[in-house]
Structures are given as C-alpha cells and as structure tokens.
C-alpha cells in the first residue's frame, strides 16, 4: 500500500472508524440469525481470502522473512486482532453491553500513555487535550448523560476479559507500527487476518458447537449481504486503512480517531431508524471537535512558518 499524504491518512482513519462504527448496528441485526462465534469467523475469513485473491491476482511481491518474524506476525494477529474479537464475545456473555463499551472507551488513552512511557516521551498539551475531551464525548454517546451509569459501574468476570481485549488491541496498535518498519501494510494485514481466522476457529471448534458454513448457507439475504459488508468493507479496507495511519501517524495520534468509533455507530444506527437522544449529539460533537482542534492548532503553527520565511 502506497504512503499518503497526512490529509489522505486522516480520509483513510476516518473511513476506517466509520466501517467499525457501522459494524455495531448492522451485526446486531445479523446476530439473530447466526452465533458470534461464526460471524468473526467469516468476518475474517472472508477478508482473508479478499486479500489474498488480490495479492495473487496482482501479483504483488510477497516479502522473504524468518521463521521468527512470521512467528512475531502470528502472535501479534492472534493476541491482538483474534484476541479482542475473542474477548470480547465471550466478555459481553457475562456483562452488559454498556460496561463494555465504557471499558473499551479507554482504548485510546491507554494506547498513548504506553506508547509514550515505550518511547520515553511526554504526551503533548494537545494530545492530552485530544484525549481526554474524546473520553468525555464518548462517555456521554454510551451512557447517554447518566452519571448513575457510571457510579454503579463495578469490575466482574465480563469487564475483566472485556479489559484484557482492550489491552491486546493497544498492544496491537502499538506493534503494527514497529512490524510496519520491516513489512508492508498489505501482507500484514492478511496474515493477521489469517491467524484471526485460526484462532476463532479453534476456539469454536473446542466448544463443539461451531457450525459456520449451515448458519451462512441458513442466512436471508439481507443478512449475507451484511456478512460481505463487516467481511470487505469494514475489515479488508477497515484493517488496512488502521494500520497504514498508525505507521503514518504513529500510534497515539491514531488511536484518537478510535474515539469516533462510538459516534459512527450511533449515527449509522440513527440511520437505520434507531433513536438517538440530543445528550449524544453533544457526545459526538464533543468528540469531533477534541479530534479536529490539536489539527487546526498545528496547521495554524505550519501556516505561520510558512508566512515567516516568505
């Protein structure tokens, strides 16, 4: 995947946040017909196949590695793509959605302060600022304004595998970067997809009651084409597009845009009929503007430079 310019890096994350925002609504409709176990199956099943026809049939140059870097590449997909889709699942089965989302609200936050303690820098006033106004926003589109919400909020079985999904997908994040140095966005993307695959299926397979292919053979129409969408869109363009901005932009920079992952999802569901209340707006639009002003700041900064030495 070429390198873009910082605007089309910011298109890209933006596209890429909207598909798995839109994945909330649409999956919920879809999970009425088929189990979560095989909807992240064939989310990534589908996506790895896409990629891989595309490699193939482009003939892109695959790169030579070790026995070890695979070995890196496996681990990394099956922690941090496998193992929060994995978390997840099995986490809501023993808590409710509100506590998860709260949880994995903390994502960004927790991407940065690792990032920056790994790289022995100080995250910036604006950074600081992006991320914690992000936090606010999106804790008032999940909890719809209710302080309540939040004070009952108490740590059980759920809410831990729920927070050890989110730590894989920070230390995810932060690893796309440093494996971005010596591999393309392209092929790690499909090799995370692959061993994403793998790891739902052996874990579907343990349980004993995984049967992917009668549930997608079972589907209506409207539900398969909803399968192709998560598998295509949200996860072949979804993944590539993350992982490019975080090599672009590093990882805390990239991780605020998580923030509008809850936005979009609650704007695709406005779309699709459902209710969303005024409280959430100003939730949306808090998070917008944490996200856009550290930008307008620094290209204040730039334009002025550039005024400086005319």
Request: with cysteine.
């Amino acid at each position: 995947m070429k390198s873009h310019t910082p605007y089309m890096t910011i298109v890209c994350l933006l596209i890429c946040v909207f598909s798995w925002g839109s994945v909330f609504p649409i999956a919920k409709r879809v999970l009425e017909e088929m189990s979560g176990e095989s909807l992240v199956f064939w989310r990534f099943t589908i996506a790895a196949v896409t990629l891989a026809l595309y490699i193939v049939f482009t003939r892109q140059a695959w790169p030579k590695l070790s026995l070890a870097q695979y070995i890196v590449i496996a681990l990394v997909g099956v922690i941090g793509v496998g193992g929060l889709n994995l978390a997840l699942f099995n986490g809501l089965q023993h808590t409710s959605a509100a506590n998860g989302a709260l949880i994995m609200a903390l994502s960004p936050l927790v991407t940065s302060i690792v990032n920056a303690l790994l790289q022995r820098e100080w995250l910036s006033r604006q950074q600081v600022f992006s991320l914690v106004g992000g936090l606010a926003g999106v804790l008032l589109v999940i909890t719809n304004g209710s302080v309540q919400q939040l004070l009952n909020f108490s740590f059980n079985q759920g809410d831990v595998m729920i927070a050890a999904g989110m730590l894989a997908w920070s230390g995810y994040t932060i690893c796309s970067q440093w494996v971005g140095h010596w591999l393309p966005v392209l092929p790690f993307t499909l090799l995370s997809m692959i061993a994403a695959s793998v790891s739902m299926s052996v874990v579907g397979l343990g349980r004993g009651e995984f049967h992917p292919w009668q549930e997608l053979i079972g589907l209506s129409t409207t539900a398969l084409s909803s399968v192709l969408y998560i598998g295509l869109f949200a996860t072949v363009l979804g993944y590539l597009f993350w992982i490019n901005g975080v090599k672009a932009l590093g990882p805390a920079k990239a991780s605020v845009f998580f923030n509008l992952v809850p936005v979009f999802a609650a704007l695709t569901a406005l779309a699709m009929g459902q209710a969303v209340t005024e409280i959430q707006l100003v939730g949306m639009l808090i998070v917008i503007l944490a996200l856009m002003l550290p930008m307008l700041v620094n290209l204040r900064a730039a334009r002025g430079l550039v005024v400086k030495r005319c």
